[in-house]
């Protein structure tokens, strides 16, 4: 089951100061890097006859698990908490007609529900993260990264869940199994203050990460208390010799902001946090400008209305016959 996923843009950024590759998985069929792993594992729950799916989300799992069960033929039943998810996904989750579940409660607890609707029922096929099928997908991100410009130094990915980043190193680990690369790169996980257990465990020196209890972060896609990946996560980061960075809402909006109007590419807040994460680490020397990062922006940011209009610009409201004097005038001013 497919909507040709994958193949995705590394653009070169030039104004950040480094080598860095920005990855744009918002070019994905639904808009976000879930399609990867949403093709595989839907096609494995078609191919076990399974005739419904179901995951709890943030956003983009919805969208993505919603469309590539309409693509089966599939029922698909969405768990999301209630008043919580950008608007953009939300949209794409009705329009591709999935039944959304709005629960009382953040997303760990929609998780929670999903579990206990497949250990009990059994006939709806889960679709979260802890579904291997999903990574299988996910970890083709580093094959193109390889075919595109072999095996970068670092790659820097917002960690929510925490299946993605462990699904990248996957795929470069087997590259490397397999003869055709000779090393690994350092696996940066960026994580938003308010919700950052990983990253907190990791700069910490911690093996177990602290749960937060009341996730709170402006990027809602990484609103995740209880990484139900942490183990994976923490073994990528560990084994690649990599490491963790903590941004606040202010720097992940700013870089929003900064990657829309520096370079044109539009990102939503948690895929934003990738670039956040980033200038932090050259700026801690955790990364030097000389090496060659791959950045993983993970969502585009037409999911998230909102969070584009906070940025917020110069907007006029003329009559047809005064917008020569408006131009003529703004000309004059500069931006
Ligand atoms: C744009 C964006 N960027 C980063 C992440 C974090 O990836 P993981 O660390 O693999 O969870 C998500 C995750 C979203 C969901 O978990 C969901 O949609 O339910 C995302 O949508």
Redesign the pocket.
């Known amino acids: 089951m497919s909507l040709e996923e994958g193949n995705t843009p590394l653009i070169k950024t030039s104004t950040f100061g480094g080598n860095f590759l920005a990855k744009f998985?918002g070019a994905n069929p639904t808009g976000?890097?879930?399609d990867r792993g949403m093709s595989v594992a839907v096609s494995n729950a078609s191919n076990l006859g399974y005739r419904a799916v179901m995951?709890?989300?943030?956003?983009?799992?919805?969208?993505?698990a919603a469309a590539y069960a309409a693509r089966a033929g599939m029922r698909s039943f969405i768990i999301l908490p209630k008043g919580k998810i950008a608007l953009g996904?939300l949209a794409q989750s009705v329009l591709y007609g999935a039944e959304v579940i709005e629960v009382e409660g953040n997303?760990d607890e929609g998780l929670e529900a999903v579990l206990n609707v497949h250990k009990t029922n059994g006939t709806v096929y889960p679709l979260?993260?802890f579904n291997p099928w999903r990574l299988e997908g996910?970890k083709t991100l580093a094959f193109e990264v390889v075919e595109s410009v072999g095996v970068p130094d670092t790659v820097v990915?917002?960690?929510?869940?925490?299946?993605?980043?462990?699904?990248i190193w996957k795929g470069f680990v087997e590259l490397t199994q397999v003869g055709l690369t000779e090393r690994v790169p350092r696996m940066i996980?960026v994580q938003a203050e308010g919700a950052s257990p990983i990253a907190r465990a990791v700069l910490e020196g911690r093996e177990i990460p602290e749960f937060t209890e009341s996730p709170e972060t402006i990027?809602s896609?990484?609103r995740?208390g209880k990484?139900v990946?942490w183990p994976r996560?923490m073994r990528a980061i560990r084994e690649s010799n990599g490491t963790a960075v903590v941004v606040t809402d202010e720097e992940i909006l700013l870089a929003q902001t900064e990657m829309a109007r520096r370079e044109g590419l539009g990102?939503?807040p948690?895929?934003a946090?990738t670039l956040a994460g980033y200038v932090k680490l050259l700026k801690l020397g955790v990364v030097s400008k000389e090496e060659l990062v791959v950045g993983v922006f993970?969502?585009h940011s037409l999911?998230d209305p909102d969070s584009m209009m906070r940025a917020g610009t110069r907007r006029f409201l003329v009559p047809p016959s005064e917008v020569l004097k408006l131009v003529e005038g703004e000309l004059r001013v500069g931006r």
Not at 55 to 64: H, K, L
Not at 157 to 167: K, R, S
């Open positions: 998985e976000s890097f879930k995951a709890a989300s943030t956003g983009n799992t919805a969208a993505s996904k997303f979260n993260s996910q990915v917002p960690v929510g869940n925490a299946g993605n980043i462990y699904a996980g990027a896609a990484i995740i990484p990946n996560a990102v939503e948690a895929s946090a993970t969502g999911k």
